[in-house]
């Protein structure tokens, strides 16, 4: 009977600590990403002529919101047909070249996580923003898994810390930002109620106009989990989700919100991404 229990101890044991270094090593490869293949082909580019054209990049080697991707690529397919814009989808790294990223107005990190370019296609990405392109990113894309300097500094202004835990998604009054440009404040709700996992980062986005902001003060943000034990804390009263930046002759637009499919079946926040693909690719 002892032998039989030893045995089921033993067996028990071995699982927890499996379990715990699996764990750990999902958590490492979240923030680091997962094994990388870089496309490098060029691919054949359909697009039509006298529309803005838009790249919607999904590709991820971190965590995949694989739920927002899907939903997000109709919904956005839908605002091009009722704005006249051409939508190019992929998650192939090969279109991130200087002559082809020349062909589009707007390209758009849709929950793109992880290493998900080499460093000649960063490089012409790089380029194409700082001689007069655009470049958005939602949710995932402002993630700390792309270990891209020039990336972090431009899209976002500020790194991310983490995301709170208990409970992960929670709702909160999204307001719009007063001083947030005129274009934007005629065709953005004032206040509206968001229901997201509120990506906490360490400081406010520097050299940034926000668009909209939470009160900070009023979600629970700890982002605490077995051995990490420095994430209890949020961005105070001023908590913003979503804000734009200038970038050389370029312009980037970044929302932290966009986590689940839910997300996108509210108006306010489409209408959001709507709104900022038309400022992004004004003259």
Not at 33 to 61: C, D, H, R
Not at 125 to 134: D, P
Request: charged letters at 20%; aromatic letters at 12%.
């Amino acid at each position: 009977m002892k032998r039989v229990l030893k045995i089921i101890a033993w067996t028990i044991f071995g699982l927890v600590i499996s379990l715990f270094a699996l764990g750990a090593l999902f958590m490492y490869k979240v923030q680091n990403g997962f094994p990388v293949s870089y496309e490098t082909e060029k691919p054949v580019l359909k697009l039509t002529a006298n529309q803005p054209a838009i790249l919607l990049f999904s590709k991820t080697t971190g965590f995949r919101h694989g739920e927002s991707i899907d939903a997000s690529k109709p919904i956005i397919q839908a605002m091009a047909n009722k704005n006249g814009w051409t939508v190019y989808e992929t998650e192939e790294g090969g279109v991130f070249n200087e002559e082809q990223l020349a062909q589009f107005k707007l390209v758009i990190f849709n929950n793109s996580t992880g290493r998900v370019l080499n460093d000649e296609q960063q490089t012409a990405l790089e380029k194409y923003v700082e001689n007069g392109g655009s470049l958005m990113g939602i949710h995932g894309a402002g993630d700390n898994s792309h270990h891209w300097d020039w990336y972090v500094a431009n899209l976002l202004g500020t790194t991310f810390s983490h995301h709170p835990l208990n409970p992960q998604f929670q709702k909160a009054q999204v307001h719009l930002e007063a001083s947030v440009d005129s274009s934007l404040q005629t065709k953005l709700p004032v206040t509206w109620e968001g229901n997201d996992e509120w990506y906490v980062f360490f400081d406010q986005p520097k050299d940034a106009q926000v668009v909209y902001y939470i009160d900070g003060e009023k979600i629970l943000p700890s982002g605490n989990m077995l051995w990490m034990k420095d994430k209890n804390f949020g961005m105070g009263k001023h908590h913003p989700v979503a804000w734009h930046k200038t970038a050389g002759k370029g312009k980037t637009f970044y929302t932290s919100m966009g986590h689940s499919k839910e997300v996108w079946a509210n108006p306010a926040y489409s209408n959001l991404i709507e709104q900022g693909i038309l400022w992004s690719i004004a003259q």
